[in-house]
């Protein structure tokens, strides 16, 4: 797989002892708090554990759709990527590779914890940063349009 120059190749996990020839990070942001971690799996774990105790707290869904993310930092031949896993992205995400599940009504991480192919990670943190970027030429074509009727 190609992307912006950068080749990656197809690793059997994200979460692999194997050498990759991408070296990933994850960042969990969930209001203030940051904290990292090696794997996607190991980092939808702490958000969802973070979102869990938010919402028990009361959190308006608001907060939870404009401060909690998971930043994939993916780095390879000395290029690095950068995309983020907005709130509802990350848990559509996770449910559709089998790491959360419903048990008795609830949302849980699934036990054992799946592992998810890196190639799986990689192409759906591609695929939202490059709906961000969609939404945001969307956003600065109208207000180019408004300005121009001032």
Known sequence: MCYNGIVFEKTPTASSEKESPVKTLFKVFVTKDISEHPTFEEAFRAFFNEVRTMVAQGTS???LETMCWIE???EAEGKTLRSPLYFYDARDFA???GL???VNDKA?????????PLHE???????SGLTELRELRELMEMDAELR???
């Open 61 to 63: 869904w608001q907060v």
């Open 95 to 97: 449910i559709d590779a």
């Open 121 to 127: 990670v990689l192409t759906t943190f591609i695929r």
């Open 108 to 116: 849980s991480i699934a036990e054992p914890t799946p592992t998810i």
């Open 148 to 150: 121009a009727h001032l």
């Open 72 to 74: 994939g930092v993916f």
């Open 100 to 102: 959360l599940v419903h």
